[in-house]
């Protein structure tokens, strides 16, 4: 089992820039795909960022591109979302998600994950 914690949402500013966390336990990751992913009010859940455990490759939604950034720390278990130039539509619940299918590129839909969060809050507002 893999259990993970998110941390880092609060209220920011347009413009504005956020890091955001996750911490995971449990099982090794050696293999496995790490995202995150997002809920904007009365809206699906969505793709933001993913990354490779590995070898560290990237993929990202084209709504984020140039302005988030995914990394990890393999030996702590952590990998973050910082998130520059915030926009009023990136606001939502952030999700962190692990996915160990064997994919040939990076996961970017949520069946494809088997372990989650619990979410945190990201509003972006004046």
């Known amino acids: 089992q893999v259990q993970l914690v998110e941390s880092g949402g609060r209220l920011v500013q347009p413009g504005g820039s956020l890091r955001l966390s996750c911490a995971a336990s449990?099982?090794?990751?050696?293999?496995?795909?790490m995202g995150w992913f997002r809920q904007p009010p009365g809206k699906e859940r969505e793709f933001v960022a993913a990354?490779?455990?590995?070898?560290?490759?990237?993929s990202y939604a084209d709504s984020v591109k140039g302005r988030f950034t995914i990394s990890r720390d393999n030996a702590k278990k952590l990998w973050w979302l910082q998130m520059n130039s915030l926009k009023p539509e990136d606001t939502a619940v952030y999700y962190c998600a692990v996915s160990s299918y064997h994919t040939v590129a990076v996961p970017t839909t949520g069946v494809l994950y088997d372990y989650w969060g619990q979410g945190t809050q990201v509003t972006v507002s004046s």
């Open positions: 990354i490779r455990w590995s070898e560290g490759s990237t």
């Open positions: 449990g099982r090794t990751f050696s293999s496995y795909n």
